[in-house]
């Protein structure tokens, strides 16, 4: 039912920034502004890892690597998170998912291409 379609990405020079937007479909805008969401990512080769994440009441969490340079946010209004992403790195290359859960089931975006030059 929840479907998550993802969009922003592109290619970038080391540096740079990229803001990514997820749209949600499938749940009504009062079930979107009580779920907690997310952004993940999986390089080549790599797991997948969590990004950031963002609950109902707006608290926010970061992994190590991104503190600092990417935002988390989300518009209710529009079943819509964002991902600013600022002061690109290479090894930020990835392919970004979004994430959200629902009655103890994942569910994920079809992912978007993030490339990062030197």
């Known amino acids: 039912q929840v479907q998550l379609v993802e969009s922003g990405g592109g290619s970038v020079q080391a540096g740079g920034s990229l803001r990514l937007s997820c749209a949600t479909s499938?749940?009504?805008?009062?079930?979107?502004?009580?779920?907690?969401m997310g952004w993940y990512r999986q390089a080549p080769g790599k797991q997948r890892e969590l990004v950031a994440r963002?609950?109902?009441?707006?608290?926010?969490n970061y992994a190590d690597s991104v503190k600092g340079r990417f935002t988390i946010s989300r518009e209710n209004a529009k079943n819509t998170v964002y991902l600013q992403m600022n002061s690109l790195k290479t090894e930020d290359t990835a392919v970004y998912y979004c994430?959200?859960?629902?009655?103890?089931?994942?569910?994920w975006g079809q992912g978007t291409q993030v490339t990062v030059s030197s």
């Open positions: 994430w959200t859960t629902r009655l103890g089931d994942d569910y």
């Open positions: 963002i609950s109902s009441t707006g608290n926010t």
């Open positions: 499938g749940i009504s805008g009062i079930i979107f502004s009580i779920k907690t």
